[in-house]
């Protein structure tokens, strides 16, 4: 059975998917929905039908499964149209642009026992396999420390569409979730967020700078500084290759420290004392190998194998209301400038 698949939203990650489900041997791209021009023109590029609306979709031409990639705050409504229709959905992340809109989705999904995906397709890419891999296998020993930078210079022209200048489309939503979500899936459940951001660069309502302090459930602590005002090769999007439209940098965006093994990502490099743990000792590093496949076919992959019973989502809508939890910890710590505990 070939699994059929429509994408709304044809802005810049739309248009990415509809590439992305061109490899694909078990599912299709059936149709595209966009009320904006550019939604026939994508429709048109791959030559399926368009719609103007999902209700639209859903009545005249049912899908097996939707992507949503409209605007952060189209998402709650949209997955839940989808969800009311017993329709899978892949829902960009942000799920929502706060933890109620994500967990409605989470509550809806569950109540009709529709599959539910966020996408964070970084944790498809096997370059995190393989580092969750070497952590697991206790090569770094206990993780104490982490470092990470998201550093990216947004061009004026960005934001002259209008949503990506309001609230919750800032680059703690917009990247720094990505983040966020490879950490817990790294290093383990995030518990106490300390936050600090500024607009002082751009003046819009929304960030462009934060910094963050995070405590792991197991003790590590972490650093996190994001900012979409800064010229810099020290991002996953500058260094992972994942993304044709980045330039690539040979530069890396993660530092894990352990106690016996220290690992920086996406360039996989691990370094230990091989002699003695001791700083005074030869230090040495070993790059580690993994195959690469692009990480949004393997989460169209993953999504049509969901669809068809056959795996459960890599990334669950649970998983994107932790992400949210951890995103809403971060405003709320740095609106009141105290330390936000999360449960676990
Ligand atoms: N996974 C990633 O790496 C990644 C990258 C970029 C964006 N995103 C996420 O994808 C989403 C879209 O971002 P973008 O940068 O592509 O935005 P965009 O503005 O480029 O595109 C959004 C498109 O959605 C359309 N749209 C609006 N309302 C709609 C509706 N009700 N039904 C169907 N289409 C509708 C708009 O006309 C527009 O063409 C956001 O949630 C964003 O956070 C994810």
Known sequence: MTIRIAIAGAGLIGHRHAAASQPLKDAVLCAIVDPAPIGATVASEYDVPHYATL???ITNDRPDGIVLATPNQFHVDNALECIAAGIPILVEKPLAIDVAGAAQIVKAADQA??????????????????????IESGQLGKITAVQASTWLCKPDDYFDVQWRREKGAGPVYINLIHDIDLLRHLCGEIVSVHAMESNATRGFDTEDTAVILLKFADGALGTVNVSDAVVSPWSWELTARENPMYPATDQACYQIGGTIGGLSLPNLSMWTHPQKNSWWEPISKTKLVFDFEDPLVLQLKQFADVIAGKAEPLVSASEGLRNQQVLDAVKSSAATGQTVHLST
């Open 55 to 57: 209700s639209e979709l």
């Open 113 to 134: 026992r529709v599959p539910v995906l966020t996408g964070h397709h970084r944790r498809h890419n096997p370059l995190i396999a393989r580092a969750k891999e070497v």
